[in-house]
């Protein structure tokens, strides 16, 4: 599996990611940040008319994520 982290990336967690970014990620499209975003699942902020993300959220998020998918595998 091809996972992209953010050492992988060369990105600091205190960067911001557009949501192309935040999205490749994740390995998510565009559309499904916005429906995390949507669904509260993930915090964001705008910086003139374009939504970021921090990347250190990003990242909690993405192992949060695994994190359930794993015990989902297990319980399954």
Same mark, same amino acid.
């Given at each position: 599996?091809?996972?992209?982290? %953010? !050492? /992988?990336?060369? @990105?600091?967690? +205190?960067?911001?990611? &557009?949501? =192309?970014?935040?999205?490749?990620?994740?390995?998510? $499209?565009?559309?499904?940040?916005?429906?995390? %975003? !949507? /669904?509260?699942? @993930?915090?964001? +902020?705008?910086?003139? &008319?374009? =939504?970021?993300?921090?990347?250190?959220?990003?990242? $909690?998020?993405?192992?949060?994520?695994?994190?359930?998918? /794993?015990?989902?595998?297990?319980?399954?």
């Amino acid at each position: 599996m091809n996972e992209i982290t %953010l !050492e /992988a990336e060369d @990105i600091s967690p +205190h960067q911001d990611l &557009t949501t =192309l970014e935040a999205a490749r990620l994740l390995g998510v $499209s565009k559309l499904h940040v916005i429906d995390l %975003l !949507e /669904a509260g699942e @993930i915090d964001y +902020h705008m910086v003139g &008319t374009d =939504l970021m993300f921090s990347a250190a959220e990003i990242e $909690s998020y993405k192992s949060d994520r695994e994190h359930r998918d /794993a015990e989902a595998l297990v319980s399954a």
